[in-house]
């Protein structure tokens, strides 16, 4: 069970993750408005970041029900994530300044997706929810097919397409 100052500090951790999910979903959104050849997967990706966004919150409303269901895991560390957003920030003023060609904004978003994922989001709490791990589990393989597809589209760029 997570002690009551641990599910504080988790359920912050938690609504900062999903704030960064919706400031991920504000980049592409931008990357949609930019570049049009590439307008419909910015705007497919954009959805499925809000999704997950909701998916963090229903997670956390989930431990608040049942808190005696979860054991804390890896601390994820607020400062840590504050520094994240504030490079997401960043990124997104600079391509608001047309400061990222396409390719290179491929890059930031694969690179995005990969760190996304390696926070691995299974590591924040220990337990056997099924319907918390279904929310995980969803998160990650939409991350994963994220980085799949924008690194398709980076070798069809080198490729001249």
């Not at 949609?32 to 963090?56: C, G, M, P, Q, S």
């Not at 601390?75 to 520094?83: C, E, G, L, W, Y």
């Amino acid at each position: 069970m997570i002690a009551p100052v641990g599910l504080k500090n988790l359920l912050e951790v938690m609504s900062m993750m999903a704030e960064t999910e919706r400031l991920i979903a504000d980049l592409y959104r931008t990357c949609a408005d930019i570049w049009e050849e590439d307008r419909e997967f910015w705007l497919a990706t954009v959805a499925e970041e809000k999704k997950h966004a909701k998916n963090i919150e229903k997670m956390a409303q989930i431990i608040v029900a049942k808190p005696e269901q979860f054991e804390m895991g890896r601390p994820f560390n607020q400062v840590a994530i504050r520094t994240i957003k504030t490079g997401l920030e960043g990124q997104l003023e600079r391509l608001k300044k047309g400061q990222f060609t396409r390719e290179r904004m491929l890059f930031v978003a694969r690179d995005i997706e990969a760190s996304v994922i390696e926070k691995s989001y299974a590591e924040i709490v220990r337990t056997n929810d099924v319907g918390y791990q279904a929310l995980v589990n969803e998160i990650v393989q939409d991350t994963t097919k994220h980085k799949n597809s924008i690194e398709q589209r980076i070798q069809e760029l080198k490729a001249g397409g």
